[in-house]
């Protein structure tokens, strides 16, 4: 089993909440527009992380980190990237990718959403975990834990922090 804590949109800007939330967890993944590259390696110090850039991330992001993530987790397959739409409306090249791969699990950020969407045409979880960082409109910061045993996602956990 795999605890995985999952983030977006933090835009250069680290919580020291998410330390502390994270802390039992066994990598981190962040869903792009990180920021810069320091956001990314204070997060790799404290736990492994798996990332895609952004379309606000520079090149210092960009040289490090892809657009796209495809990997296992346990025995799920997850797809990983910023821009990635809604089901019924991905984005062409994550649908081409969904049809390819079949992941388990697509994780997507940008919107500064959260949203969670069980899609039954690709048998996958949707999961935007919306925004932890101070730039957008969002009110409140969100990202999410949750654990990976086998194939199955379990105890998926939404944690809010107040934006200040």
């Not at 977006?8 to 020291?16: I, K, P, Q």
């Not at 792009?32 to 850039?53: M, R, S, T, W």
């Not at 950020?109 to 949707?126: A, P």
Request: proline share 3%; aromatic share 12%.
């Amino acid at each position: 089993m795999r605890k995985i804590g999952l983030l977006s949109d933090t835009h250069s800007f680290l919580h020291s909440k998410i330390f502390e939330y994270f802390a039992e967890c066994d990598e981190i993944w962040h869903a792009g527009d990180i920021g810069n590259i320091k956001i990314a390696d204070e997060l790799n110090k404290f736990k492994p992380l798996k990332a895609v850039y952004g379309n606000a991330d520079g090149q210092d992001v960009r040289i490090v980190y892809p657009q796209f993530q495809n990997f296992k987790c346990e025995e799920c397959k997850v797809l990983m990237t910023h821009i990635g739409g809604y089901p019924g409306r991905y984005d062409a090249k994550v649908r081409e990718l969904i049809l390819a791969q079949k992941p388990n699990l697509l994780v997507v950020g940008h919107s500064h959403i959260l949203k969670v969407f069980y899609d039954k045409k690709y048998n996958l979880l949707h999961v935007n975990p919306g925004a932890c960082g101070n730039y957008g409109f969002h009110l409140v910061k969100t990202i999410v834990r949750f654990n990976i045993e086998g194939e199955r996602i379990k105890n998926f956990e939404i944690i809010e922090i107040e934006k200040k």
